[in-house]
């Protein structure tokens, strides 16, 4: 059984950086795609950012030139470095793998709230 636990969220100035991690364990997930959503209060969740095997990434577009997703595959974990953040930021951040290269998330994390101050 795959467990994700984030880390790293917290509260942040705008314009500020915060660093989300994500460990897994139980299981290597190496050839897993990542990825990272985030749900805003009253909103749906929403796609942030993705990695995949090979370390091919891809970025919402409300993300994309501030946000950084990586993975280290030794440690079996994934990050999020968030730059130049916004109040519309603000949200319970997720972290989730894909292990059938679906486009299915199988598994999910129980989320790191980020908060955003203007």
């Known amino acids: 059984q795959v467990q994700l636990v984030e880390s790293g969220g917290g509260l942040v100035q705008a314009g500020g950086s915060l660093r989300l991690s994500c460990a897994a364990s139980g299981s290597t997930l190496r050839f897993a795609t990542m990825g990272w959503f985030r749900q805003a209060p009253g909103k749906e969740r929403e796609f942030v950012a993705r990695?995949?095997?090979?370390?091919?990434?891809y970025y919402a577009d409300a993300v994309k030139g501030r946000f950084t997703i990586s993975r280290d595959i030794t440690k079996n974990t994934v990050s999020l470095q968030m730059n130049t953040l916004k109040f519309e930021d603000t949200a319970v951040y997720y972290c989730?793998?894909?292990?059938?290269?679906?486009?299915?998330?199988?598994?999910w994390g129980q989320g790191t709230q980020v908060t955003v101050s203007s």
């Open positions: 989730a793998a894909d292990v059938g290269h679906n486009g299915q998330y199988d598994y």
């Open positions: 990695i995949n095997w090979s370390s091919t990434t």
